[in-house]
């Protein structure tokens, strides 16, 4: 009797293990396969890095087709563990994953931030802004004597510092805690971010419901055509990695983007800057060549910086916006060089005598200003 229980005790045994080992498989085999398409998708990244695909197209868009493909690519990639849960998961609650998946697809895929965008005035009146606003301590001052309308005239407000997230300045622009509207105009206004930031998903959701587009040349252009005016943050991921909380370091002269697309379009400049903006956030200031190196390539690619953070949730600090009054722009189709270099620098210089009228916002007082 005992010789037929031990056998049928190793047998079970090997079933067991085999059933496990079985198990393993698909587990190894995603791994695997999730790996290889990682490196294949980095490789491409690289490829995509000199072309700038991921970072604004210069002067026209991208073929829809190769835009949706490049979401595609990353959809998978970020979404493929979630598929493998749902081939473990039991039908009924797979099958649900996988159909909220491919639902998603579809408005993932709309190319919203290149046609308009799509902003929610629900989700800017949500009262996580009211508390947001408490914490950080918002306010919002302006130096305009007569409020902006919505008569046809362009504006492009250029929101500096970009600090690690420039929260301060967006905010106020964006979501109704300051009574932006009440203050500075009735402007139909859109905002312009890295186009990497839409193609993080559920991430440009959100960026979209705030009224934010593609930050590429084509769609600044396209928005300033139909009437809408825009904010830009020019300094954007170089600046960031300056950000440091005992001085404002402006990434502006090799900005000529925003100037050169003020003039070709007519819209004037308004200065705007958020006092206290970079105090949210701690960086190491790490020089290690490796470490520089992957930031390089990280943004390169990306077009967003990837900075070391000593804190992720930012500090509770008061944060002043002013909004100072419109630098004029004449119009100029084809502006020179020399030109576009001028109004930088005139410009360079409006925006440090807003900042010289205002600098008792500063905490602690006595910051410097320093434009590189």
Request: glycine fraction near 6%; charge should be positive; aromatic fraction near 12%.
């Amino acid at each position: 009797v005992l010789r037929p229980l031990s056998s049928l005790s190793v047998i079970m045994s090997e079933e067991v293990a085999e059933s496990q080992s079985q198990e393993l498989l698909p587990l190894w085999g995603w791994v695997l396969a999730y790996l290889g398409m990682c490196g294949i998708t980095l490789t491409f990244l690289q490829w995509l890095a000199s072309s700038a695909a991921l970072r604004g197209q210069k002067g026209k868009p991208l073929p829809d087709i190769i835009q949706r493909i490049l979401r595609i690519i990353f959809f998978v990639v970020v979404f493929s563990p979630a598929f493998y849960l749902a081939s473990v998961l039991p039908t009924e609650y797979g099958a649900i994953l996988v159909a909220f998946l491919l639902l998603y697809l579809f408005t993932y895929l709309d190319l919203s931030e290149i046609r308009g965008g799509r902003p929610s005035p629900w989700f800017q009146q949500l009262f996580i802004w009211r508390w947001l606003k408490r914490y950080l301590i918002l306010n919002l001052e302006t130096e305009i004597e007569e409020k902006l309308k919505d008569d046809g005239t362009a504006y492009l407000f250029c929101v500096h510092p970009h600090g690690i997230l420039p929260f301060g300045g967006i905010l106020n622009i964006v979501s109704p805690v300051n009574q932006f509207e009440e203050k500075v105009g009735t402007v139909r206004l859109r905002g312009l971010a890295a186009s990497f930031c839409f193609y993080v998903p559920f991430y440009r959701d959100f960026v979209l419901a705030g009224g934010i587009c593609d930050a590429g040349r084509y769609s600044a252009q396209k928005l300033l055509d139909n009437g809408y005016s825009i904010f830009v943050v020019p300094g954007g991921a170089t600046e960031a990695l300056h950000s440091l909380p005992d001085e404002d370091i402006l990434y502006l002269k090799a900005r000529k983007g925003f100037v050169k697309l003020a003039l070709q379009k007519g819209a004037h400049l308004v200065p705007v800057f958020s006092f206290n903006e970079n105090n949210q956030y701690e960086q190491f200031n790490n020089k290690n060549e490796t470490v520089m190196y992957i930031k390089k390539k990280f943004q390169a690619i990306f077009g967003i910086s990837l900075p070391l953070l000593k804190n992720l949730i930012p500090k509770r600090c008061e944060i002043t916006t002013v909004v100072g009054k419109p630098f004029t722009i004449v119009k100029d189709h084809d502006p020179s060089e020399e030109k576009v270099e001028r109004i930088l620098e005139e410009y360079s210089q409006y925006l440090r005598g807003l900042y010289e009228r205002n600098a008792h916002y500063n905490k602690p007082q006595g910051k410097k200003l320093t434009i590189i």
